[in-house]
DNA sequence: CCCCATGTTCGACA
DNA sequence: GTGTCGAACATGGG
């Protein structure tokens, strides 16, 4: 489910308990969320006796810290959630880490397990943390790393490179259909064919997509306005929003992903 | 039973 | 080494 924006709307929801001492934690310590986990798993257990002081998020990535003791990341993968639960909750069979405080329980569920967990000990931020990608909404965003970005990958059709977190950190497959109808760009334009005019075009509307989606979608999962491609993707039957236009949209496979355009505003250049 | 899902990674190939 | 692409991962919902 989360893309950058659905994130912080999660991040939110155990930030709730910034201040609170963690009590105990509880994990399944096979379940796949922890593969490649970097420390010896019971590790999970220096986080119980310190206070979550701090939760970050970096596109689709997300970082709690708890003090000098580590920092715990986590990422939610496709189906990924966090909530808050009452303090007796009881673990459910995709809940794969609990962390206990005094009046409740932040609970990581993921059943489809794409998602992972990561630790880190020591007051430090970790490397896998900081040498992060600028996000999309950070100045080093710019229109010339990205100039770089599309020449080196010119054979590509624009939409998979819209989803590579490298260059567009916390963009994922709604947004990415998103930006590509707002700037009238088939999904399956290859990069070297984008006019100068579509690159700049993309690089704003990146931004902007980006900051309406937390606008509506981070403080409580609002519903996204009618005239976003959003609510009409979805489901077979959709129609292109643009009022002068209202085309049957199209879906189709690309890279193992489903897109979904405007047959109408969205060509590709014939070349 | 079938198909689909807001993600990442690995290996094959050119 | 670099870029492109299909498959795999695991589960649930319609």
Redesign the pocket.
């Known amino acids: 489910?989360?893309?950058l924006a659905?994130v912080e709307f999660y991040r939110r929801i155990w930030a709730e308990a910034i201040g609170s001492t963690v009590r105990e934690v509880g994990f399944h310590p096979q379940a796949?969320v922890f593969r490649g986990f970097d420390a010896p798993l019971d590790s999970l257990n220096l986080v119980a006796g310190a206070t979550l002081d701090q939760a970050m998020t970096h596109g689709?990535q997300l970082l709690f810290g708890f003090g000098p003791s580590g920092w715990l990341g986590l990422?939610l993968?496709?189906s990924g959630e966090l909530r808050t639960e009452p303090e007796n909750h009881l673990p459910g069979?995709?809940d794969h880490l609990i962390l206990r405080l005094s009046d409740r329980t932040l609970v990581f569920h993921d059943?489809?397990?794409?998602g992972r967990v990561r630790l880190s000990p020591g007051p430090t931020l970790p490397d896998w943390w900081t040498q992060l990608p600028p996000e999309v909404l950070s100045p080093l965003f710019t229109r010339a790393r990205l100039e770089q970005f599309f020449l080196?990958?010119?054979?590509?059709?624009i939409k998979?490179l819209l989803?590579d977190?490298l260059a567009f950190p916390g963009i994922?497959?709604?947004m990415a259909d998103e930006i590509l109808w707002r700037g009238r760009i088939h999904p399956a334009t290859p990069a070297g064919q984008l006019t100068h005019a579509s690159r700049d075009h993309l690089w704003r509307l990146t931004q902007e997509v980006a900051g309406d989606a937390l606008r509506v979608i981070a403080p409580d999962w609002g519903e996204a306005p009618d005239d976003w491609l959003f609510n009409h993707r979805?489901k077979n039957g959709g129609h292109c929003p643009r009022p002068k236009c209202r085309s049957p949209l199209a879906r189709e496979e690309l890279?193992?992903?489903?897109s979904c355009w405007c047959p109408i505003c969205q060509v590709l250049p014939r070349s």
């Open positions: 489910m989360p893309e659905e796949r689709k990422h993968g496709m069979r995709h059943p489809r397990m794409f080196r990958r010119r054979g590509s059709p998979p989803l977190q994922g497959n709604w979805w890279r193992g992903r489903t």
